[in-house]
């Protein structure tokens, strides 16, 4: 069945970097684009980055650009997030999310994983 | 960025009674070219993912309960669940993917009356 499966998660102190992943299963990864969403403890959804099917479009909400990069190996059926430059508002359970049709950029998530806790703490 | 309100905030309502949720976004979602509204609903259950239940304002995921239903255009969109089920104790969501940054309503909590 499809599958997304979130690892790399953890505590981090403020200033610190982390790599997420998300490894994929049961579809054609190479054919999707991808994307980041995070939940901050308690609160909403939040869209985080995402990349094109074959890597050759990345876009950021403002306040992760320059922190973080969205990155995938096709070959690998694997997702990352680097996060650099932390801080104790990136804290949130960072979930990836499949796109529901081929090739395209921005459409619903038809797939999601079950998602890696980031806690950015002293 | 397109701001997505949702209402209410939260919602009791009797066992296979109707509940409705609103979602208005801040501009058209709706793609003239193709014209297809770039809106989805959510349910997300307490320590789990969200789960697609409605794309393109009114589509049903395949596998949801036909007791859900989305409906709306432009900016104004709605969520029915027209019996509640006990499962169906959740916070839904409404997303735009029509533009980024993409964006989600701030949420609603459905529970039992």
């Known amino acids: 069945q499809v599958q997304l499966v979130e690892s790399g998660g953890g505590v981090v102190q403020p200033g610190g970097s982390l790599r997420l992943s998300c490894t994929a299963s049961g579809f054609s990864f190479r054919k999707n684009a991808m994307h980041w969403v995070r939940q901050a403890p308690g609160k909403g959804l939040e869209w985080v980055a995402f990349?094109?099917?074959?890597?050759?479009?990345?876009e950021y909400r403002d306040s992760v650009r320059g922190r973080f990069t969205i990155s995938r190996e096709n070959s690998k059926k694997t997702l990352y997030l680097q996060m650099n430059r932390l801080r104790p508002d990136d804290t949130a359970v960072y979930y990836c999310?499949?796109?529901?049709?081929?090739?395209?950029?921005?459409?619903?998530?038809?797939?999601w994983g079950q998602g890696t806790l980031v806690t950015v703490s002293s | 960025d397109i701001v997505l309100t949702q209402s209410p905030d939260s919602l009791a309502v009797s066992l296979g009674e109707r509940a409705t949720i609103n979602c208005k976004s801040s501009?058209?979602?709706?793609?003239?070219?193709?014209?297809?509204?770039?809106l989805s609903w959510y349910q997300q259950k307490p320590g789990q993912p969200p789960k697609l239940l409605i794309y393109w304002a009114s589509t049903r995921e395949s596998g949801v309960p036909d007791r859900f239903s989305g409906s709306g255009s432009g900016t104004d969109f709605s969520l029915t669940i027209s019996s509640l089920q006990a499962e169906d104790v959740a916070v839904y969501y409404c997303q735009q993917y029509h533009t980024t940054p993409l964006t989600f309503g701030g949420g609603t909590k459905v529970e039992i009356k």
């Open positions: 999310a499949k796109v529901g049709e081929d090739y395209g950029d921005l459409y619903h998530f038809d797939t």
């Open positions: 501009q058209s979602v709706l793609f003239n070219s193709n014209n297809k509204t770039y």
């Open positions: 990349i094109r099917f074959d890597g050759s479009k990345t």
